[in-house]
């Protein structure tokens, strides 16, 4: 089936620094991947849509210049957190479009801000 | 607005027994749905999903029930196993972008 891989899994970085985090779509093309935020013990919120050649959409509420995301070829969406401060903490996740056969998700990015 | 809900937080069952998680939406024009799994620590793994033409698909000792009627979406999970011991979530999906309920944590009972 699909794969996607997200990296780093983890990630602890110094508050003020910016983090990339990548997500591949290993085995099939996807012009469009999608960005999750998950707060612990809370649901998933779709932070951003990444589009393949052009600029993300993000939802109401999140911050572009802080979310910064660059889907630069048809297997790479990268989510670059910038300035990262301790409210940043989170699981962030990626998914992608499976070529119209469903919505495969990556692992998942914990990222940790000190 | 729409919203996805699911109608409890939490689950306990003996292994070996059924498991029946539900999800009630609240947009009516929502066409494809979708349970998944995620286990601590993991992203959401797809488990199965449903188009409004559809009430009912099977999967592997999984079942997924649609009533659209009062926007109810159900996961029947049969002969529970340690392994299925999760936090479950129902999505609805527009256009690619998912909105997901709040998760039900199961926890089957050896």
């Known amino acids: 089936g699909a794969v996607v891989s997200q990296h780093p899994s983890r990630v602890i970085c110094k508050s003020g620094t910016s983090v990339k985090i990548e997500c591949r779509s290993l085995?099939?093309?996807?012009?469009?991947m999608f960005w999750y935020r998950q707060f612990p013990k809370k649901s998933l919120m779709l932070m951003a849509t990444?589009?393949?050649?052009?600029?993300?959409?993000?939802e109401q509420g999140v911050e572009k210049d802080k979310f910064l995301i660059n889907h630069a070829s048809l297997t790479l969406s990268t989510l670059t957190v910038t300035s990262a401060h301790p409210e940043d903490s989170s699981f962030y996740i990626c998914?992608?479009?499976?070529?119209?056969?469903?919505?495969?998700f990556g692992s998942g990015t914990r990222l940790t801000v000190v | 607005g729409e919203s996805v809900g699911l109608h409890l937080p939490t689950l306990s069952v003996q292994e070996g027994d059924n498991s029946i998680i539900n999800c009630a939406y609240s947009n009516s024009a929502s066409d494809y749905f979708i349970w998944y799994k995620q286990e601590s620590g993991k992203g959401p793994q797809f488990i199965i999903d449903i188009r409004s033409n559809m009430d009912k698909r099977q999967g592997q000792r999984v079942t997924v029930l649609l009533n659209k009627t009062v926007k109810h979406l159900s996961l029947q999970i049969a002969a529970t196993q340690p392994g299925d011991s999760a936090v479950y979530f129902c999505?609805?999906?527009?256009?690619?972008?998912?909105?997901f309920g709040d998760g039900t944590t199961l926890t089957v009972k050896p």
């Open positions: 085995d099939f093309q996807a012009t469009t």
């Open positions: 999505a609805e999906n527009i256009g690619g972008k998912s909105t």
């Open positions: 990444s589009n393949e050649g052009s600029k993300a959409t993000y």
């Open positions: 998914s992608a479009d499976d070529r119209g056969y469903g919505y495969t």
